[in-house]
């Protein structure tokens, strides 16, 4: 469990965060810049101390303002992947990677060199120098080289913010890979919410210095709050389900959700592959008899959990389609027309192309 509770001011700026998540974990922190997601960070490394809080990391102490408590950061054992890689010029990326295995040469090796080297596709690098290299190429280097030092914890201070589209692309199923690979625990820092839907189990979101909302990323995903920071075209519930086979004539995967069942463009899915989807609000349709001659595959049902104001004319539904809740952005007066109210039964209309699968 990575427990912390802290308080740290800046000239005229302060961020107070307190948060739990268990490990391992992807926790994503996520928010607008200048939110303290950075401050955060550095004070999890030891790198700045907090003027007062707790951290706590699997049940050791690593700061207590209260009673005087501050492991350096040396002695945390927490790697660090800066935004600019941060790798030595005058080294070629073998010595950049054995840099974290030389500091650490008392810690067991759960992370080998040559698992690091294949996993992040460093071979054809290691007698090249940083300068040579571009920028993609370079962070996942720094990827390995924090690896190889062997840590409890994994901090990515937003190692993708210098990229393009094309290399973030390409650093991603990096990140996926030693996520599943060796399961270090992982904070990751990042504005950009299609970073946080790939990679994170956990979110913790920031405004102005204060978490907003933090907790597992299907729940999350459901706060007004963390809909305020997305933005209203991105807001939606963010669903995890399983492969349950493949109809070979229209190249759909099923999916079962509750009662309910998905279908979705394999892309590639097989059958048993854990799945993690974004339905967002705007492209579901709320029907209150069961439709019938439409095009829509996916017609989920369900009843109204909770109706909440979402604007001045626009209200989000909340629907419980058997254990998981999806959202309904639709217009007051048809919420007015309809007459809808918690508890009674409706049905979700979903395009499958509206639908954003890949595997978690």
Known sequence: MLRVELRKRRGSFTIEAAFEAPLPAVVALFGPSGCGKTTLVEILAGLLAPDAGRIELDGEVLCDTARGISVPAESRRVGYVFQDARLFPHLDVRDNLTF?????????????????????????LLTRRPGTLSGGERQRVALGRALLSQPRLLLLD????????????EILPYLERLRDRWQVPMVHVSHQFEEVLRLATHVVALDAGRVLTSGPLVRAALDPALGRLV????????????????????????????????????NGLAPGTRVRLQMLARDVIVATRPPEGLSVRNVLRGHIAAISAESADSDLVSIDIGGALILARITRAATQALALAAGQPVWALVKAVSLRGRAC
């Open 158 to 169: 937003e190692p993708l913010a210098s990229l393009d589209a094309a290399r973030r692309e």
């Open 100 to 124: 974290g295995l030389k500091r650490h040469r008392h810690v067991p090796v759960r992370i080998p060199f040559d698992e690091v080297v294949d996993l992040l596709g460093l071979e054809a």
């Open 231 to 266: 933005g209203a075209a991105a807001v939606g519930a963010v669903l995890e389900t399983t492969v349950a086979g493949i109809d070979a004539t229209t190249g759909l995967c099923r999916l079962p959700l509750g009662d309910n069942e998905l279908r979705l463009l394999a």
